[in-house]
């Protein structure tokens, strides 16, 4: 007791203590509301003195966009998955809505400063993410977890069965494609303390050692400011308006699309479903029990029916059609693989002022009439509700719900699944159209990287590799190597202070086609690898329908050896041949196939082709290479593209060694593949660049041209990341059958907008919408519009 307190002052504290202390079940503080007696570090929580539980949290999948024979496995799954649960374990599916802090997410989109003078371009493309995020989906983070518990006599006994069940929910949720976690104790404080802060941008602020000697409990860093229950129809949790209600299930029938629809609700909310399972033998005596029930009332119905002279067969339709139902229920208990469960389903609707609460419980309720149910409010029980919300497996209240396990599974937990990565290296590629959450991504974290952009003419095809572009040299320090065959990105690489290597028969920038890089491989000779790239290049230059002769590959060969020696001997840049040592030294030989090839490689030599006869003047090691290929001839076009390839080759294994990824972004990609030397090399890109860090992205309008030949069409197989624009008519169905889309999805990439359609993502397919604001440098530097580029003149 505190010194210097009169006797008097000592007894009244005395009884504040003794009166804090007392608990006859009514709540006297936030503390006490909460109904959990322990949380456990391992993310085990005792509620009551017998009852442990454990929270597992997981993603979502592509429900409502998959394809009907798709929807029909995953629900056939979902029943599986149900039906796991015995009547000994009481589980709880939570579905969380909250308002994310604009200042948190701020910090996970923001790109970090780097001091390379462009902090003013990544300040502005941070602001395009957050007014993106803003105008999208109101900053809601959309959560899913499923709470489980079982009665029993201690924690000893407890742990090993609830740590048995967690596997089997897990592998459960592994064979349905979802990614899922088992919460830790901190994790399910966390989450309840979200939950008592809704609304509010109080932290979380807790660790176990601050329990230690401060006589505080976990309910303390959990609990709100207050709780207030001044009526029976709604309550304050701080300053947040709340009100809990039921979902009386009304109607026969029930679609899929309804608890979607509820959680598709642009306001912070909790959906709760407490679910039991019913013991298989006392389900079927309950059934028969009432099916004996409704035979006796029929009896009655038609003893009166006698007396009074009517026919016997002349019953009440309720009687009828509840005795019909009832035996096709005990026929489904009895014969198929549906159990009985009992449902509770509970929403939590908030709001910042009483008016916000109420328009939100309008549109709940609108959507529960849509679907023939009705959401009643839980009069006087608004404690008992919110209690039964918290992902503890509790539930007080006492209104349930008979349902069969198809029934039930029909609340399919899974719509759409979001991508976004807060990582660093995530880029922005849009909006989620169904959700308007942001897609930020990050394609090394793909099996493959490999990328294709594909789409009609102004559907926007290069402002998405543009976009892509800006994102990546802002976030990461990977290198960028552009082909570009119509001269749309010299502004963009301007803009970022790149190196445009403009290759015409009357430019003065050069690439020598046999630079070599003596890095390239640790398991192959750097040599041997360019006389297969001159083998290729050789091949296009003479042009010959049956490819190069055998006594052709050889003196190409030995002559390619040979004017390397040099270089070997002392590796300096005014060492590395060019095309006209090469040429040189076939007319050194007495084969007539080295004078013929010779010839063939004269007019890239000294004719009027010459432009690749000169040792590189330009830096091709710059952070962002762009490659303009635009006013080369159709000839020279094709050798062109090869070299390209082969100075990317280079890059990418140069920056293997030093652990940095290469890009390599490919425009009008179907002329690569028209060339079969360009296209086998592009395959080749498409097989091994993953292993060297290096990143692909095609970018083109010709469909067909990808599923040419079975070998071209192996790109589409080794591409995990692809993004897909309106399309026309003869493509979209080449690309539903190449890659399985619904024909829902499809409709995606039918009359699409410019800067809609879809994106894959490894196994994950979802439609996007990118609005990317024009009012900004960024818009400028990267629109490829001749409208807007000709009003810019203008200006």
């Known amino acids: 007791m505190p010194e210097g307190l009169s006797r008097k002052q000592q007894e009244e504290v005395r009884v504040i203590i003794k ?25 085990i929580c005792r509620v009551g003195g017998d009852f442990y539980t454990k929270t597992i949290q997981f993603q979502d999948i592509n429900y409502q966009l998959a394809q009907q024979e798709d929807k029909t496995e995953i629900f056939e799954e979902w029943c599986g998955f149900l039906n796991f649960f015995d009547s000994s374990v009481q589980f709880q599916l939570s579905f969380m809505n909250f308002a994310t802090e604009i200042g948190d997410f701020e910090k996970k989109i923001a790109i970090p400063h780097q001091e390379d003078g462009f902090n003013d371009v990544r300040d502005e493309y941070s602001g395009i993410l957050l007014k993106n995020m803003q105008a999208g989906n109101n900053g809601l983070t959309k959560v899913k977890y499923i709470t489980f518990g079982i009665h029993a006599d201690s924690m000893k006994s407890a742990k090993p069965r609830l740590i048995h069940i967690e596997m089997d929910i897990l592998n459960n949720f592994k064979r349905l494609g979802v990614i899922a976690e088992t919460l830790n104790g901190a994790q399910r404080l966390e989450l309840m303390h979200r939950q008592t802060h809704m609304g509010d941008s109080a932290k979380f602020h807790f660790d176990w050692k601050y329990l230690a000697g401060s006589g505080l409990s976990v309910k303390d860093f959990v609990a709100p400011s207050s709780f207030e229950f001044p009526n029976g129809r709604y309550f304050k949790m701080g300053d947040t308006w709340c009100a809990m209600s039921f979902l009386s299930i009304d109607a026969s029938d029930v679609s899929d699309r309804m608890l979607a629809d509820f959680l598709g609700m642009e306001s912070s909310q909790i959906v709760t479903m407490h679910l039991k399972s019913v013991d298989q033998n006392e389900a079927i005596k309950t059934v028969k029990h009432t099916i004996t029930e409704l035979d006796r009332s029929k009896i009655e119905e038609q003893k009166k029916a006698v007396r009074a002279g009517y026919d016997m067969e002349i019953i009440p339709s309720d009687l009828a ?151 990546s040299f802002l976030v990461t320090d990977d290198d960028i190597i552009i082909s570009d065959p119509e001269q749309e990105y010299k502004a963009l690489v301007d803009y ?91 007319l050194k030989q007495d084969e007539p196939e080295a004078k013929y090839v010779a010839t063939a490689l004269e007019i890239y030599v000294s004719g009027s082709l010459s432009v690749f006869n000169h040792r590189t003047n330009v830096d091709i090691n710059s952070r962002l290479v762009c490659y303009d290929i635009k006013d080369l001839g159709k000839q020279l076009k094709k050798i062109g593209m090869l070299i390209i390839q082969d100075q990317v080759w280079g890059r990418v294994s140069a920056n293997r060694e030093m652990g940095r990824s290469t890009r390599y972004i490919m425009d009008e990609m179907h002329l690569l593949l028209r060339e079969e030397q360009t296209a086998a090399y592009t395959v080749e890109i498409w097989k091994r660049f993953r292993k060297w860090g290096g990143i692909p992205t095609g970018v083109t309008q010709n469909v067909k041209d990808f599923l040419a030949s079975a070998e071209v069409s192996n790109i589409f197989e080794n591409s995990d990341f692809i993004i897909m624009l309106n399309q026309a008519i003869g493509d979209r169905q080449l690309l539903a059958k190449q890659l399985n889309i619904s024909p829902h999805q499809l409709s ?33 530097a990267i629109s490829t519009k001749f409208s807007e580029s000709s009003e810019d003149k203008a200006a």
Not at 520 to 536: A, E, H, Q
Not at 752 to 772: A, H, K, M, Q
């Open 321 to 471: 059609t509840y005795g019909k139902d009832a035996k096709a229920l005990l026929k489904e208990l009895q014969s198929q693989n549906e159990r009985m469960f009992l449902l509770t389903f509970l929403i939590m609707n908030t709001g910042k002022t009483k008016e916000e609460l109420d328009n939100n419980l309008f549109q709940a309720s609108s959507i529960a009439q849509k679907h023939s149910c009705n959401l009643i409010r839980l009069d006087f029980q608004q404690e008992q509700g919110f209690v039964s919300t918290l992902p503890l497996a509790y539930n007080e209240v006492d209104i349930q719900r008979g349902m069969t396990t198809s029934s039930t599974a029909i609340f399919v937990p899974f719509t759409t699944q979001e991508l976004f990565q807060d990582h660093r290296g995530a880029l922005y590629y849009g909006l989620n159209a169904l959700s308007n959450n942001l897609i930020m991504v990050d394609r090394k974290m793909l099996k493959n990287p490999n990328g294709l952009i594909l789409g009609t003419p102004g559907s926007g095809k290069s402002f998405a590799a543009k976009r892509e572009i800006v994102n």
């Open 19 to 43: 009166n804090a202390r007392k608990d006859d079940g009514t709540p006297r503080s936030a503390q006490q509301t909460l109904p959990f007696e322990r949380m456990f570090p391992d993310g």
């Open 748 to 780: 995606y990439v039918t009359h699409s907008g410019e800067g809609e359609g879809l994106i894959f993502y490894g196994n994950v397919i979802l439609p996007f919408i990118d609005r990317f604001p024009k009012d900004t440098k960024i818009y400028k």
């Open 496 to 586: 970022l202070g790149g190196q445009v290597i403009r290759i015409s028969p009357t430019s003065t920038q050069y690439v020598n086609p046999m630079d070599i890089n003596m890095n390239y491989s640790d398991d192959d000779n750097p040599v041997m690898l360019k006389v297969d790239f001159i083998l290729s290049l050789m091949e296009l230059i003479m042009g010959s329908r049956d490819g190069l002769q055998p006594t052709e590959r050889t003196v190409i060969d030995r002559c390619t050896r040979a004017v390397y020696r040099k270089y070997l001997e002392n590796p300096v840049p005014e060492n590395i041949p060019i095309l006209e040592d090469l040429y040189n030294e076939l």
